[in-house]
């Protein structure tokens, strides 16, 4: 139903920030819970940050709580991740997603988009 692409990822020194984009397409945009996820080599996928739309809540992983920030414009049809003051474990693929609900586990999200490459290294 939504189809979503990520863009914004790159290489950044430690310390540096980034902000992703995920543009969707469909008619129900606003009536999902947005999320980014991330996954890096070698290891499982894992939570960053999810937020939903009128009401607005956010909920983020404690590993980026004080340096991400999600937000969305549903008149744009965009969700985004404002990274800052990150960190070379932060360096992973960087998924957006959609959700019925603002689920922390990735398996409730029923679309993704294709991914973006975050890079932190000096």
């Known amino acids: 139903q939504v189809q979503l692409v990520e863009s914004g990822g790159g290489l950044v020194q430690p310390g540096g920030s980034l902000r992703l984009s995920c543009v969707a397409s469909g008619r129900a945009f606003s009536s999902y819970a947005m999320g980014w996820f991330r996954q890096a080599p070698g290891k499982e996928r894992e939570f960053v940050a999810t937020?939903?739309?009128?009401?607005?809540?956010?909920t983020y992983a404690d590993s980026v709580k004080g340096r991400f920030t999600i937000s969305r414009d549903n008149a744009k049809n965009t969700v985004y991740l404002q990274m800052n003051s990150l960190k070379p474990e932060d360096t992973a693929v960087y998924y957006c997603?959609?959700?019925?609900?603002?689920?922390?586990?990735?398996?409730?999200?029923?679309?993704w988009g294709q991914g973006t490459q975050v890079t932190v290294s000096s």
């Open positions: 937020s939903t739309w009128n009401p607005t809540f956010t």
């Open positions: 997603a959609a959700s019925p609900g603002p689920y922390t586990d990735g398996k409730y999200y029923i679309h």
